[in-house]
Nanobody, 125 residues
Framework: QLQASGGGLVQTGGSLRLSCAAS????????IAWLRQAPGKDREFVAA????????YYADAVKGRFTISRDKAMNTAYLQMNSLKPEDTAVYYC????????????????????WGQGTLVTVSS
């Protein structure tokens, strides 16, 4: 089970940190990802981290502004979002696949099997 939290309302240029707590399953070699869905748009990849070695992946739209990390002891992943823009407004989900993913598959929302409930991020202009 994945539990996302930390969303809220923030002004342009502000920051938020999202958390994704994993319970009921052991995360070994699978990545944990953040994806988002804006109103009227498809769900899109934001960032991912390979749990064991910590390798990170980012969508071009968030590179340099968002940072994904994980705390193995807490079984929790984080998404630090800085310099937020109105176009970052979306429901943010954390997700995990059933197993390991090759690099190209990490960016595809349809490769993720387990999803958290989503947390809303609203960036006002």
């Amino acid at each position: 089970q994945l539990q996302a939290s930390g969303g809220g309302l923030v002004q342009t240029g502000g920051s938020l940190r999202l958390s994704c707590a994993a319970s009921g399953r052991t995360i070994n070699n699978t990545p944990i990802a953040w994806l988002r869905q804006a109103p009227g748009k498809d769900r899109e990849f934001v960032a991912a981290i390979r749990w064991s070695e910590g390798t990170t992946y980012y969508a071009d739209a968030v590179k340099g502004r968002f940072t994904i990390s994980r705390d193995k002891a807490m079984n929790t992943a984080y998404l630090q979002m800085n310099s937020l823009k109105p176009e970052d407004t979306a429901v943010y989900y954390c997700a995990a696949p059933r197993g390991r993913l090759i690099v190209s598959s990490i960016y595809g929302p349809h490769h993720y099997t387990y999803w958290g409930q989503g947390t809303l991020v609203t960036v006002s202009s």
